[in-house]
């Protein structure tokens, strides 16, 4: 079992920067592929950045450029920071470990962009 804890939520205005740091129960040199998935309510869960244990990167085409995924393994933690937020980027932001064949997600932080 991994249990994921999100933080770093909240609101901001168009153009401006928010870091989200989500905290793994076990040791991150244990786990293979962390990410951030986003979801608007009533919408499908997407990918926003993935990030291996050796930190080869992926990023979805819309965030490339301006969102950053790092981690660091010995904190058992991943950051995703986010430059110059969109409204349109409003969500919930879910981290996901995948540990041993299996994924795990936390409970969201909610990020919301003011116009």
């Known amino acids: 079992q991994v249990q994921l804890a999100e933080s770093g939520g909240g609101l901001v205005q168009a153009g401006e920067s928010l870091r989200l740091v989500c905290t793994a129960s076990i040791s991150g040199f244990s786990i293979d592929t962390m990410g951030w998935y986003r979801q608007i309510p009533g919408e499908q869960r997407e990918l926003v950045a993935t990030i291996t244990r050796w930190g080869s990167t992926n990023y979805a085409d819309s965030v490339k450029g301006r969102f950053t995924i790092s981690r660091d393994n010995a904190k058992n933690a991943v950051y995703l920071q986010m430059n110059s937020l969109k409204p349109e980027e409003a969500a919930y932001y879910y981290c996901?470990?995948?540990?041993?064949?299996?994924?795990?997600w936390g409970q969201g932080t909610q990020v919301a962009v003011s116009s």
């Open positions: 996901k470990a995948h540990f041993e064949y299996r994924d795990y």
